[in-house]
């Protein structure tokens, strides 16, 4: 099946069912400030989610361009997209029995439709078995959807192919802060071998890949954060197009579809590798293709790259595509070629990207020029500043911020070149640090020399108590893995992050590091209370205890115990679970002389 048949059926078979076709609305929202693209169909609809009057009608079939950047790191896997097309249906709030028949457009008929559309050999034709879905568990907010659930059994779904899954999964919206939200109903096909399609659904096995996902937007988030029912019930639902035309075709790969093949020979073409020979120039390739795609797009509606909102995720884009292209041996200028044939693939469907070709090329090769200057420059001065972060860890916020201000180079790219020199960090850390510093920044500059700075104060706070507790697993994590010599030779806690030395004078290993840093969140999800008991030094001591600062306490110590991974001698504060620690992250490890190390780790 292509894509424009795949499109066409979804449209005929809603019009078949009363529906009225609207055009994809742009990717750049035109009246709404909240978010920076149209990540979803629901998003330049929700004014008629909340009641207003679509003009036309409120049964409608669409097909929406998205763009989503916040799974941006997933993108160079098989099915994750920057930019996708949106098959959706919606009821908005429609009341009428469909045919005569019936109770309305709710969930039942949403559901029994997705049905038909999937299985029906007049229409997708998928095959009954290898379907499973998932459907709203319940919690404090809003009840497990039995009626969704029945729906499904009423259709022949057994059991063991209906997951029930928490918000999670199986939420939607709102789109920004506040509005319309509900429970939803998605659709995997599974994509794996077909003689042994499991009778068990399992929704973490990515074999089983989303196609579609119906939501019921019947609540309202409040922005205290509570949920109230909407008055008008609507549908809205989703299928991904570029998956859905690979599942059909039985590809596991979104970008063997005619929808990418034509970009990928280019690719090939153009770096003289061949698709599927290499798993990193593979990945390379489809993010190339992915964000080449998504750019085109995005100045089909006159955005030029910038550093401020869509503009700055637009050179991200065309930037990352460019980063990627050298690393898999592109020589010179080639967005422009690519993009070529992203114009060519979608020249019926999409006219906007032919009409504004000139703009598109002017403004990819003009950013590309400007990028290939920045990053000759800016490899440089990462080398640099990466040299200083050994020796000042601390200044990663303030160094990666000063090379997007002073520089111009990018932060992800600066992430990635202190990355290839060595230094250790978490990225979303790294990224709220940055929109810290860039937020800091901008409020200094509103309140001058009224800015105080506070800090340096000894606290027990809810955030240095995580670190002292995670500070307690890092040593047993060390132990474990490095050896049981291992002790601490000294500890340092902020609210902002922890430190932590001991003797090691080998060298400590990534896979070490990692193996460390798993273990203790390993710990930390087994959610093991943290117990305390007053005892005599000694007693403490014979127990087993850690306790290496004896002289520090007095005759009576506090000995802390978390299951049976850790137990040591401590004046505390600590969490009473493992699991109020959140996240634990190892940002560096150094050699500070004399055979110690240090580990700088933080907690999210
Ligand atoms: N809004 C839902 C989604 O994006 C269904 O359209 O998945």
């Known amino acids: 099946m292509t894509a ?110 997705s049905w038909e559309f999937l299985t029906s050999d007049k229409w997708l034709g998928l095959k009954p078995d290898m379907l499973a879905v998932s459907v709203f568990a319940g919690d404090q907010d809003a009840a497990f959807d039995q009626e969704a659930y029945d729906v499904w059994k009423s259709l022949g779904i057994s059991d063991s192919r209906i997951a029930r899954l928490p918000k999670k999964n199986n939420w939607w919206g709102p789109a920004g802060q506040t509005g319309p939200c509900g429970p939803d109903t998605e659709m995997f096909y599974w994509t794996g071998d077909v003689h042994h399609v499991p009778e068990q659904f399992d929704p973490d096995n990515s074999q089983w890949v989303e196609i579609w996902n119906d939501v019921f937007m019947q609540f309202h988030k409040q922005s205290d ?99 990627y292209g050298k690393q898999i041996g592109i020589q010179g200028f080639f967005t422009v070629q690519i993009a070529q044939t992203v114009m060519d693939i979608y020249q019926d469907t999409y006219p906007e990207l032919n009409q504004h070709k000139g703009f598109i090329q002017e403004q990819l090769l003009r950013e590309e020029e400007k990028f290939v200057k920045t990053l000759e420059r800016g490899v440089k001065i990462v080398k640099q500043y990466a040299r200083k972060l050994h020796e000042e860890p601390q200044d990663l916020g303030k160094i990666v911020f000063d090379l997007y201000q002073t520089y111009g180079f990018p932060l992800e790219l600066t992430l990635e070149e202190l990355k290839r020199n060595g230094v250790l960090f978490s990225s979303p850390e790294l990224h709220s640090l940055f929109e810290e510093k860039l937020k800091h920044h901008q409020e200094l500059s509103r309140a001058g020399a009224e800015q105080k700075f506070k800090g340096g104060l000894a606290d027990h706070s809810e955030q240095t108590t995580k670190y002292h507790t995670a500070t307690h697993l890092l040593q047993a994590a060390l132990r474990t893995i490095l050896g049981e010599h291992i002790e601490q030779r000294g500890s340092n806690i902020t609210a902002e992050r922890m430190r932590f030395d001991f003797p090691y004078p080998d060298k400590i290993t990534p896979e070490q590091i990692k193996q460390i840093e798993d273990l203790v969140n390993r710990v930390i ?80």
Not at 13 to 37: K, M, N, T, W, Y
Not at 300 to 306: D, F, G, Q, T, V
Request: glycine share 8%; with cysteine; hydrophobic share 40%.
């Open 225 to 323: 954060g509570t949920y109230k029912p909407l008055m008008q019930k609507n549908v809205d639902t989703g299928m991904g197009l570029e998956r859905t035309l690979a599942v059909l075709n039985g590809q596991d790969d979104d970008y063997q579809t005619e929808l990418f093949i034509p970009i990928i020979k280019k690719i090939e073409e153009l770096s003289n590798k061949r698709y599927g020979d290499f798993v990193d120039s593979d990945c390379a390739m489809r993010i190339i293709a992915d964000h080449v795609r998504a750019a085109s797009f995005l100045m089909a509606e006159k955005l030029e790259p910038s550093n401020v909102e869509q503009g700055y995720i637009l050179r991200r884009l065309i930037r990352r595509a460019v980063r």
């Open 525 to 604: 999800n087994r959610a093991i209370p943290v117990t305390m008991q007053e005892m005599s030094f000694d007693e403490a001591k014979q127990s087993g205890a850690l306790g290496l600062f004896a002289s520090r306490y007095g005759k009576r110590v506090k000995v802390y115990t978390i299951g049976d991974f850790s137990k040591e001698i401590c004046g505390g504060p600590h969490v009473a679970n493992t699991k109020d620690i959140g996240h634990f992250i190892i940002m560096k490890v150094e050699s500070i002389g004399q055979g110690l190390k240090r580990i700088r780790a933080i907690v999210e």
């Open 4 to 113: 424009d048949e795949l499109r066409k059926k979804y449209i005929s078979f809603f019009q078949e069912r009363g529906h009225a076709v609207i055009p994809s609305a742009p990717l750049i929202p035109e009246h709404d400030p909240s978010v920076l693209f149209t990540t979803a169909g629901m998003h330049p609809l929700v004014p008629f989610l909340l009641g207003e009057k679509h003009p036309a009608g409120n049964r409608l079939v669409d097909v929406q361009k998205c763009l989503r950047t916040d799974d941006i790191d997933e993108v160079g896997d098989f099915c994750h997209h920057t930019f996708f097309e949106m098959l959706g249906n919606w009821s908005l709030g429609d009341p009428a029995a469909p045919d005569g028949i019936g109770t309305g457009y709710f969930k039942k008929e949403a559901i029994a439709w």
